[in-house]
């Protein structure tokens, strides 16, 4: 039987299809912060005031398109820094390297039953292989099972 630690390694890696206009999407190894369950609900709780917050600003009137869009590329930016450490591709990790991701990679933004709503989040979903080995679970939700807010 194989010997383990119960305290989970404070990163791993996971491949993510990230979506290319016009072309298959591409696998990209990502570098993932672990969280435990509590420190995953604290974060998914920031992430709904947050998202709370902006769609009652939106709901104003005056705001344009462009402001809300904005606004959204933000969030998700933020989101993706709260649970990514690094990755594998030609840009280096940065936060102007994050928005610009954010920013093109509209493809990582459809629609999904899945108990996760923040699109950023879903990209930790739609990962593939790496990490802890569960099966199509996601890096997140494999690091740190099912929580009371995507249970």
């Given at each position: 039987m194989a010997k383990i630690k119960i305290a989970q390694n404070p990163k791993f890696t996971?491949?993510?299809?990230?979506?290319?206009?016009?072309?298959?999407?591409?696998?990209?190894?990502?570098?993932?912060?672990?969280?435990?369950?509590?420190?995953l609900a604290e974060m998914f709780d920031r992430w709904n005031k947050a998202r709370d917050a902006w769609a009652a600003k939106?709901?104003?009137?005056?705001?344009?398109w462009k402001d809300a869009t904005a606004a959204e590329i933000k969030l998700q930016a933020d989101q993706l820094k709260d649970i990514v450490v690094g990755w594998d591709l030609d840009d280096e990790f940065s936060d102007d390297a994050i928005l610009d991701l954010v920013r093109t990679c509209t493809g990582a933004r459809r629609p999904s039953s899945r108990?996760?709503?923040?699109?950023?989040?879903?990209?930790?979903?739609?990962?593939?292989?790496?990490?802890?080995?569960?099966?199509?679970?996601?890096?997140?939700?494999?690091?740190?099972?099912?929580?009371?807010a995507d249970a």
């Open positions: 996971a491949l993510v299809q990230v979506p290319r206009i016009g072309g298959e999407a591409v696998p990209v190894e990502f570098t993932f912060r672990y969280m435990d369950r509590v420190t939106a709901q104003e009137e005056g705001v344009s108990p996760t709503r923040q699109p950023i989040a879903r990209l930790a979903w739609e990962t593939e292989g790496g990490g802890t080995g569960a099966v199509r679970a996601g890096p997140v939700r494999r690091a740190v099972g099912r929580t009371g």
